[in-house]
Structure formats: structure tokens, C-alpha cells
């Protein structure tokens, strides 16, 4: 999709928008496109009313190089022009400019973190938006409410020339993908990958590595991927959570994650590393 673009994350709008801006405009977790043949993509406007919509919220996200970036959200009963619609995000996915796609997913998530901290969970008191930094204070108690972020590691384990895959309950027919779970409180990450292996899987551990890490909106977490080698053990499943895990190699691979994901990315590497 070509060169990547630069984004610089903002909170204050500018004083005054004089030129059209991305808006990334939500409808519960739905994202407003226009539809062209192949693709879709994202209205810039000078402000979303153009196009006689009335936002039950908005914020200043940044601007995308030089244009600014804002997210919004409309009401259920709200109408769209004919040649718009709204989709969710993993159907825009390679659909999409892969720049504005990823801003979408941070768009998505700072909508819904404003509207779920409306009031204080420590006292019930409505909070405030601040204009200094990403967050909303309850007037009464001072309690700050920040983007809510969860983070998750997930890891490929390698054997020689065998990966580990393994079936959640929850997958779609057929596919097979990496091991993954959320870090617990107190945990380091590679704590986290240890304990997550042993308790899904049952097998041992060792050399993990750093691999790359990835938003994913799916509703607010941060997957901090990994890669790690096999040492020991047989694989004895979490019957609550995984199904089915099993070591593949490279020529008998089972229906695998779409590109979106960073599950691929590890496995995709995994594969190239053998082909070398």
C-alpha cells in the first residue's frame, strides 16, 4: 500500500479546522466507509455534520502526516448517504489504506473507553474529560480513568522444523493458531509465557525472544509476541480452553489466522526461516 505515513498522536484539536480531516466515525463497533469497486475508505471532512451527522461524542486523535485524525460516534437511528456504510473492522482489512485501518483501531478503542468511564468506579460521581491528557477525572475523588489496555502475550514454540499449533473452542472450523493469554498482575512477560505454555499445553519451555508487538481492538488488548523453543514435555491439554494442539510442520499445515494477525506474523516468519 505504499510508504508507510507518519502519525503523530494528539490530544487539542487545532483552534480552528481549515481543511478537511480523517474521520473515523462509529456506529456501536461498526466503522463509516465509502464503498468503492475493491476498496473502501474513510470520509475526510471538515467536520463529520457534513454529512448530517450529529456525534454523540468526538475526539482529536493526531494528524496522519499533515492531516488531522478524529473519531467519533453516531447514534443507532442515525442515516448515512447511499453510497456509505458501516462495517466492522475485520471485514475493512486489507480493503482499507493500511494506515488508516490501524488509526481505526485506536479510534475505536479511545470511543469506547469514553463511553464506558462516564462515571467514577471508585464513587459513581459523572467524570470529566480532561484537555491535558488521555483521560477522564472524577470531580469528587480525583481518580483518573485512563484507555483501558490489556495486555497479552502470545508465542510460536518451534522444535527443529515443527511449530506448535493448537485449537481454541472458540476458532473458526478447522483452524489451528499459536498459544496466547493475557499477562496476570505481577507477572513479568516472560513469566507469562512460561505459564501460559505450561498450562495449556503442559510442555516446557526455553530461549524466548522478543518478536514484535501488535494493537488489537478486539476490544482493547496489546499482543506482545514472542517466539520460545521446546525443551521438554508431552503435550497434555486444557480441556477448558484448547481442543486440539499438535506439532505441524511446514508441508501439513491446518487452516492458519488471516494476515491481520500477529499470529500469522510469527507463523509466516517460522516459515520463511525454513525455507533458508
Given at each position: 500500500?505504499?510508504?508507510k ?11 480552528q ?8 466515525i ?26 448530517g451527522?450529529r ?33 466492522g ?15 481505526s ?23 470529566r474529560l480532561?484537555d ?9 475523588c ?11 502475550i ?11 499449533l ?28 512460561v505459564?501460559?505454555v505450561?498450562?495449556?499445553v503442559?510442555?516446557s ?12 481492538p ?23 480452553e484448547?481442543?486440539d494442539a ?21 507463523i509466516?516468519?517460522?516459515l ?5
Amino acid at each position: 500500500m505504499g510508504k508507510k505515513r507518519r502519525f503523530v498522536s494528539g490530544i487539542t484539536p487545532p483552534p480552528q479546522q481549515t481543511e478537511s480531516a480523517w474521520w473515523f466515525i462509529f456506529q456501536d463497533q461498526r466503522l463509516l466507509v465509502q464503498n468503492d469497486a475493491s476498496s473502501v475508505r474513510i470520509p475526510a471532512l471538515l467536520d463529520v455534520r457534513e454529512l448530517g451527522l450529529r456525534p454523540v461524542r468526538q475526539h482529536y486523535l493526531g494528524r496522519l502526516d499533515n492531516r488531522h485524525c478524529y473519531a467519533a460516534e453516531v447514534s443507532t437511528e442515525a442515516s448515512i448517504p447511499q453510497d456509505m456504510g458501516f462495517e466492522g473492522l475485520r471485514q475493512v482489512y486489507g480493503r482499507l489504506d493500511e494506515d488508516l485501518f490501524w488509526i481505526s483501531t485506536r479510534a475505536i478503542q479511545i470511543i469506547d473507553w469514553d463511553k464506558t468511564h462516564q462515571f467514577c468506579g471508585r464513587c459513581g460521581v459523572r467524570t470529566r474529560l480532561l484537555d491535558t491528557e488521555r483521560a477522564r477525572e472524577c470531580p469528587q475523588c480525583s481518580l483518573l480513568h485512563f484507555p483501558r489496555l490489556a495486555p497479552a502475550i502470545i508465542v510460536l514454540i518451534e522444535r527443529g522444523r515443527e511449530l506448535l499449533l493448537a485449537r481454541s473452542r472458540r476458532f473458526a472450523p478447522g483452524m489451528y493458531s499459536v498459544l496466547a493469554g493475557f499477562v496476570e498482575p505481577g507477572e513479568t512477560l516472560e513469566e507469562a509465557v512460561v505459564r501460559e505454555v505450561r498450562e495449556e499445553v503442559g510442555i516446557s519451555i526455553g530461549s524466548i525472544r522478543y518478536f514484535e508487538s501488535q494493537p488489537w481492538p478486539f476490544p482493547h488488548s496489546l499482543m506482545i509476541g514472542f517466539t520460545a523453543t521446546y525443551e521438554g514435555g508431552e503435550i497434555s491439554l486444557d480441556d477448558k480452553e484448547i481442543e486440539d494442539a499438535a506439532w505441524f510442520t511446514p508441508e501439513n499445515l491446518p487452516p492458519l489466522p488471516g494476515k491481520i494477525s500477529i499470529a500469522r506474523k510469527l507463523i509466516d516468519a517460522f516459515l520463511e526461516k525454513q525455507r533458508h
